[in-house]
Every structure is written in structure tokens, then in C-alpha cells.
């Protein structure tokens, strides 16, 4: 009986051993496994659409892919990249007061995109990537309007100062206006033609696919991205589906290249009236027409942009070589930048036995006016922020 006892004794003590060494034995294969999905979770790439080939799509990309290489990025656009609002723009670095919106909010924005033109600027060629540093003057008989120009980026640029009145008679003089005022600063150009092919080649490099669809709905993509970042300039509010459209209005420009290569710096009237110059051209313009959406260029605008620009600067007959127009994206209340959740339902599935739902990152990036590429870094900056997680703001 003794020994009896002995045996149960040792089998139930057996019995605990085994029982213990398989609880451990499970609970390490749940270890394993756990850390096997986390590992594939966080190394599985987010896949990214962004919709618009412009500056603010590529933009957008570039600042994604730059700070996560991992990322999968599809970048759709509807037509070439010559006929966006992108392509013919000198770039020069200035801000208004945004269309209709009530505050400097978007300054944040102007100073990162300044801080990267600095940057392309001292490591990288010009000719290569259309960004060149300039200087040059805005004249107006309005000074609330270069004190406000002084509010919004005078602290951001190089030099800037309002001129004496002896510094004046280096320009024509403009009686019939009254008192005229001037600021000079200097700054940078991003000329589109140059500089959006330029991050495309870096996109391209970084294996960023691009391809030609016109995108109807953002719910065409809900299936096979994660990430959705609408970059569709004046189409970006129908995009958007949620009634935004009513707010985004078309602003028609005009400029004209010229053959100028003694012509140094840039000479603003009153904003509208002017000549820029980028790496090997000078650009003369324009018109702010809000509303208009109208392309062609009739000899009445031709005569307006040069009757007004060779008032200002008499000597200045140079020949346009190239003329372009465009349709830059106003929206009331300024620029949209902001990210929302999409969530819809998953059916059941072999692989998944239980119907869920599926959950897509929208990023608004769109309505930045005539002003896309003072702003356009800065922005696909907080893009990058919002689907990586450093911001700490889902609205800004």
C-alpha cells in the first residue's frame, strides 16, 4: 500500500511537471506568434495614393517617401504635367493674405518650404532643380500692403527693408499713381518647369510608380490603399465628396517668357505686374482673375500685361518667346489641409472567417491659391506628420 502511495504521488507530481512545462511550451509559441505578426505588421508597408502630378502632389510624395523610404507610393495624375497650373510658374517666394481667409495660418507653412529651398539651394546645382536666389523689389502707393507683406514673410526671408526715397529713382517714375512705396528682399524661386520634374526624377529614383487615371471618386482606390492624400488642386473639393467644392474657384493667370539674361532681379506693382527671373529666363506678368476659367490668351490680355509691365520699366522691350496660362486653385478660407477616417465594411472571406471593416487615412492637401510653391514644402511636410504620426494635430 506504501508503495501504492509512492506511485500516485509520483504521477501526480509528474502530471504538474508536464502540465507546467506545456503551459510554458504555449505560452512561448504565443510570444513567437505575437511577436511574428507585430514584426510583420510594422515592417508591411503603408500603401499611399496621391492624387495630382503638381507641386503639391509631388511635393507630397517626396516628403513621405523622404521620411519613411519603406513607403509604397502610387502618384495618379489625369493629364501631362505641361498642362497643369505647375508647370509655368516662376515660383518666386511671396505670400498674400491667402484668398479669403481671416488669419496667417498658413505662415508655418511658408517657413518650412523656405528652410528646404535653402537647402536644395546650397547642395544642389540650380539648373537642376529650378531653385535660384534672387532679389529684387515690390512697389506699391499702398503701404498697408507691403506692412502686411512684412507681417507674413518679412521675418522669413533675406533683407528685407523698405526703401529710402533716394533709393527710389532707380525706378521709372509713376506720377499719374501718387505716392508710390517700395520693400526689397531676397529670396528664392522654384521655377515649375524646372523644379516639379526635378522631384519627380528623386520619386522616381525612390521607385515611386506614376500613372495616368483620371480618379472620379476617392472610393475608387479604398480597396488598395491605406492612404488616400487628395492633391487635386481646383478638382480637390469634388474630390473630396463632401460638399467642399462650393468653396474652390478658379484664379486665371498669365505670364510670358522673355529673352532678358541681363535682367537680374525681380519688379513687382502692386502684385499683379511683374518680371521674374529664374536659372536662364525671365518671366513677365499677370493677370488675377477670380472666377475665370477661360485659357486662351487674346491680344487685349497681351497688351494689358506689356502695356502695364513696359510702364514700369519703359526700357524693357525684350520679346516674349512663350506664353502660358493658367488656373491656379482659390478656395474660400484658405488652404485645406487636413486628415479624416473612411471606414467601411469587409464581407467574409475564406482568409477571414468574421466580416470587419476596413479603415483608409484621407489627407486633404488642396486651395493654395497662387501661392503653391511658397507653400507648397511646408505643407507635404505635414502631410508626412499626419500619416506618420508626428503631429500632434489632426487639423492644421
Same mark, same amino acid.
Given at each position: ?52 502630378? !503638381?507641386? %503639391? ?5 517626396? +516628403? &513621405?517617401? /523622404?521620411? #519613411? ?5 502610387? *502618384? ?59 532679389? !529684387?523689389? %515690390? ?5 498697408? +500692403? &507691403?506692412? /502686411?507683406? #512684412? ?5 522669413? *526671408? ?239
Amino acid at each position: 500500500m506504501l508503495d501504492c502511495a509512492y506511485t500516485f504521488q509520483f504521477v501526480a507530481e509528474s502530471t504538474e511537471i508536464c502540465a507546467n512545462i506545456m503551459h510554458r511550451f504555449w505560452i512561448r509559441i504565443a510570444v513567437l506568434i505575437f511577436a511574428a505578426e507585430g514584426k510583420c505588421a510594422t515592417s508591411t508597408p503603408k500603401r499611399i495614393a496621391v492624387i495630382g502630378e !503638381g507641386v %503639391i502632389g509631388v511635393s507630397s510624395a517626396l +516628403a &513621405l517617401i /523622404e521620411r #519613411d523610404p519603406r513607403l509604397n507610393i502610387t *502618384v495618379f495624375f489625369d493629364t501631362p504635367f505641361e498642362t497643369t497650373v505647375s508647370y509655368g510658374p516662376a515660383g518666386l517666394y511671396r505670400v498674400d493674405k491667402i484668398e479669403d481667409s481671416k488669419n496667417f495660418h498658413f505662415r508655418p507653412y511658408a517657413k518650412r518650404a523656405f528652410a528646404r529651398y535653402a537647402k536644395l539651394f546650397r547642395e544642389l546645382p540650380a539648373s537642376e532643380t529650378g531653385v535660384n536666389l534672387v532679389s !529684387g523689389h %515690390i512697389l506699391s502707393t499702398n503701404l498697408t +500692403a &507691403l506692412v /502686411e507683406q #512684412d507681417e507674413i514673410y518679412g521675418d522669413i *526671408v533675406y533683407n528685407f527693408h523698405y526703401l529710402r526715397e533716394d533709393e527710389m529713382q532707380q525706378f521709372a517714375p509713376q506720377e499719374d499713381e501718387g505716392h508710390v512705396f517700395a520693400i526689397h528682399y531676397t529670396a528664392y524661386t522654384t521655377e515649375g518647369g524646372k523644379y516639379v520634374p526635378w522631384m519627380k526624377r528623386q520619386l522616381l529614383a525612390k521607385g515611386v510608380r506614376f500613372i495616368q487615371r483620371r480618379i472620379s471618386n476617392l472610393n475608387e482606390l479604398y480597396n488598395d490603399f491605406d492612404v488616400i492624400v487628395n492633391c487635386a488642386g481646383l478638382n480637390g473639393g469634388k474630390l473630396a465628396g463632401d460638399g467642399d467644392d462650393r468653396n474652390m474657384f478658379p484664379i486665371r493667370g498669365i505670364i510670358f517668357e522673355v529673352n532678358a539674361t541681363w535682367h537680374h532681379h525681380f519688379l513687382f506693382k502692386d502684385f499683379t505686374t511683374f518680371s521674374i527671373p529664374t536659372t536662364d529666363k525671365v518671366f513677365i506678368g499677370s493677370v488675377k482673375q477670380p472666377g475665370r476659367s477661360d485659357l486662351e490668351i487674346t491680344q487685349l490680355d497681351r497688351d494689358d500685361i506689356l502695356g502695364r509691365y513696359y510702364k514700369l520699366q519703359p526700357t524693357f522691350k525684350a520679346i516674349y518667346s512663350f506664353e502660358w496660362s493658367g488656373l491656379r486653385p482659390g478656395r474660400y478660407g484658405g488652404i485645406r489641409l487636413e486628415m479624416t477616417t473612411v471606414r467601411f465594411p469587409v464581407p467574409r472571406t475564406r482568409s477571414l472567417r468574421n466580416s470587419g471593416e476596413r479603415v483608409v487615412q484621407i489627407v486633404h492637401n488642396y486651395g493654395h491659391g497662387g501661392h503653391g510653391f511658397s507653400v507648397s514644402w511646408g505643407c507635404a511636410e505635414v502631410v508626412a506628420d499626419l500619416v506618420i504620426g508626428n503631429s500632434t494635430s489632426r487639423r492644421h
